[in-house]
């Protein structure tokens, strides 16, 4: 079962410039997560999804950063413009009919 | 609120022998405890769950955890380290709260394993 997918694993901006992260879910996942993942800390949950539709956004900035899922299924979470502090581990996950969720291999945001 | 506490930033073991890493909690109602492990420039790989059933949990690459409700408690343990086994640890704790129950997990800040030879 392939796991994952997350592009581009690395990305390197300037503030005030816009980047976009890409997530391939785990066949058949229905719950797709973005979280972000800032250095020395654990992950913290910015946006879920169900299928197609947003479960869970509360810590979503959503002044700069917004993310889709239009066909349940790949899913992209984009952030305009970046700051300084959006430097970080971007993390998607999935989840199936079991409480565990697989994480993809983040996408590291460097922001200058 | 739930949350998740690791007391340790660090832990440092001797191959061959026993780890621990510790994890407490605050949930309110029956908790859905995770622990997950990263490796350097890796996303996170789920080790092992507790949802109900028997205090002892077994996970993948012999690791184990003991859940204490009493102490609310889910330490993870092995009994004989591998070098291999250094990386970095998350305790989690599913978010069982609101009305929406999304089942966002709820991570610890991380305990870091250096195991030596």
């Known amino acids: 079962e392939a796991g994952v997918a997350q592009s581009p694993r690395y990305k390197i901006i300037e503030k005030r410039q816009s980047v976009a992260f890409w997530c391939n879910p785990i066949?058949?996942?229905?719950?797709l997560y973005w979280y972000q993942q800032i250095l020395g800390q654990g992950p913290k949950l910015l946006i879920q999804f169900q299928n197609n539709g947003v479960v869970d956004d509360s810590q979503l900035p959503k002044d700069r950063f917004s993310a889709e899922r239009l066909k349940g299924v790949d899913s992209t979470l984009k952030i305009q413009p970046a700051k300084l502090e959006d430097s970080a581990v971007y993390l998607c996950?999935?989840?199936?009919?079991?409480?565990?969720?697989?994480f993809g291999p983040g996408t590291r945001l460097t922001v200058t | 609120a739930q949350s998740v506490a690791q007391p340790e930033d660090q832990v440092n073991v001797a191959e061959g022998n026993p780890l621990t890493v510790k994890c407490t909690y605050s949930v309110s109602g029956n908790p859905y405890l995770f622990w997950y492990v990263q490796y350097p420039n890796r996303g996170l790989q789920f080790l092992l769950k507790y949802i109900t059933g028997d205090n002892l949990v077994k996970g993948s690459y012999g690791f184990e955890a003991e859940f204490n409700k009493s102490q609310t408690s889910f330490h993870l343990k092995k009994p004989s380290a591998l070098v291999s086994d250094s990386a970095l640890y998350f305790c989690a704790v599913r978010d069982m709260g609101g009305s929406s129950n999304t089942g966002k997990l709820i991570f610890g800040q991380g305990t870091t394993l250096q195991v030596k030879p």
């Open positions: 066949s058949g996942h229905a719950t």
């Open positions: 996950a999935s989840r199936g009919q079991g409480s565990e969720q697989y």
